[in-house]
């Protein structure tokens, strides 16, 4: 009789974990119960399943708990929360996505993870899955609203992201309650098409997405008891989301030539720089970074609804940027063609809005803007409500996939293929 070998898992020496970002060794994780009667965990609320150090284990390495029940969830020793298992395996990326309310940060997450899921593998070869499904589900069901709706003519929108509820997580230490953001987690894999797929230990990343609600970005929000932004001085990538119709300047001259809702309905009017000053001056307070030295990991600063204001960069449909390689099924990412037109975004924000241009290369030393347009098209004014939606039907996303798939390829080595040449004919991505 044939037996299988085994090969055994190399564990990481270091976890971080994706909740309150303590960091620990994985003979230290903690095992989440099973048994319906090992309940009511000290941490945590709601009656939640025991965590407990494990003595006795499967011929797998699942452990067994106290009701003498095989268990697979673990958990983090500090804030017991269940982090996933691929993170004893692959190395992390942890991404913030912040920006003012209302200036699109839902329908852009949803944009992004649905373009990745299809992109990554046709084009780049690479997976891009759930690590935890259940941790993804509000994410997930923005996703199915808007490009899996049964009823893709009926317009709707997505729910704005708030300060509480689904996303968070609230942890018990002695007598205080802590209020924790939940991430969007998932892994990204080279498939057996990938010129390193037999270096998958090396290539493979998980990836964790941060995203609060506007207002967690007010002065004075941050504190030991909410500290849901201490994940920007963990960050390796920050993304700023700037969105044009909330700055009066931009409207006016949207105005000229569009009669676009989000331009002249649009009643939001906010200084979004000020956004950049609390994010800097956060994590210089949770790092050592000094009052006159520049944060070293990159910014992205996100220039939301394209589509409203497409005639004020020249347009209409943003080209995809990356291109064919001599490899079947593979492409590679054009950097000349994403820098370009950063610094082409960066001269028409610095002649409208300079004051946040100046901020943002005031903080990192990294500083790129790229255009997007989660839905590639305009709202509709709901007759009865006022309120914007859209219709699932006519979605179609432009660029929402790039900024991370341009800072996997510049700043994280192996993962996407790039190149520096000029762009000559290159398809729409519509």
């Known amino acids: 009789m044939n037996k299988t070998r085994q090969i055994p898992i190399r564990l990481?020496?270091?976890v971080t974990c994706p909740h309150c970002w303590h960091d620990f060794s994985p003979e230290d994780t903690v095992w989440?119960?099973?048994?319906?009667?090992?309940?009511?965990d000290i941490r945590l609320e709601d009656g939640q399943p025991l965590r407990f150090t494990p003595t006795r284990f499967t011929v797998q390495g699942n452990a067994i708990d106290s009701g003498g029940v095989v268990c697979e969830q673990v958990a983090c020793p500090r804030c017991h929360l269940v982090v996933p298992r691929a993170l004893f395996e692959m190395p992390p990326l942890f991404v913030s996505i912040t920006g003012t309310p209302s200036c699109g940060k839902s329908y852009f997450l949803a944009a992004m993870t649905?373009?990745?899921?299809?992109?990554m593998a046709k084009s780049f070869a690479m997976s891009f899955a759930d690590a935890d499904p259940a941790l993804n589900r509000v994410l997930n069901s923005y996703e199915e609203n808007l490009f899996l709706n049964p009823e893709p003519d009926k317009a709707s929108k997505l729910n704005k992201t708030e300060e509480g509820g689904d996303l968070y997580n609230v942890v018990r230490y002695d007598k205080q309650n802590v209020t924790y953001p939940k991430p969007f987690l998932f892994t990204i894999k080279p498939s057996e098409h990938h010129p390193k797929y037999h270096q998958s230990a090396r290539s493979s990343r998980i990836i964790s997405v941060y995203d609060n609600a506007?207002?967690?970005f007010e002065p004075g929000k941050d504190s030991r008891a909410n500290p849901v932004t201490r994940h920007l001085a963990r960050s390796n990538l920050l993304m700023f989301l700037f969105?044009?119709?909330?700055?009066?300047?931009?409207?006016?001259?949207c105005r000229l030539h569009t009669q676009d809702p989000q331009v002249v309905n649009q009643p939001v009017t906010a200084r979004q720089e000020t956004v950049i000053h609390e994010i800097a001056d956060r994590i210089?307070?949770?790092?050592?970074?000094?009052?006159?030295?520049?944060?070293?990991?990159?910014?992205l600063v996100v220039v939301t609804k394209y589509d409203a204001w497409w005639r004020m960069?020249?347009?209409?449909?943003?080209?995809?940027p990356w291109d064919s390689t001599r490899q079947e099924n593979l492409c590679a990412l054009?950097?000349?063609?994403v820098l370009d037109v950063s610094r082409r975004l960066r001269d028409l924000l610095w002649e409208h809005c300079p004051e946040l241009v100046s901020s943002a290369e005031s903080f990192a030393k990294q500083v790129y803007y790229l255009p997007v347009s989660s839905t590639g098209c305009g709202p509709e004014s709901d007759a009865e409500s006022g309120i914007m939606k859209i219709r699932p039907k006519d979605i179609r996303p432009m660029w929402a996939e790039t900024p991370l798939l341009f800072a996997l390829s510049r700043f994280d080595t192996g993962m996407i293929a790039h190149s520096d040449r000029s762009r000559n004919n290159t398809k729409g991505n519509g």
């Open 12 to 14: 990481r020496n270091s």
């Open 284 to 299: 210089r307070n949770n790092t050592s970074l000094g009052q006159n030295e520049k944060h070293t990991r990159p910014l």
């Open 214 to 216: 506007g207002e967690s």
């Open 313 to 320: 960069f020249g347009e209409e449909r943003l080209k995809e």
């Open 334 to 337: 054009n950097l000349s063609a």
């Open 114 to 119: 649905w373009q990745l899921r299809r992109i």
């Open 243 to 253: 969105d044009p119709t909330q700055d009066p300047r931009f409207r006016d001259t």
């Open 32 to 40: 989440v119960s099973q048994h319906l009667d090992l309940r009511d």
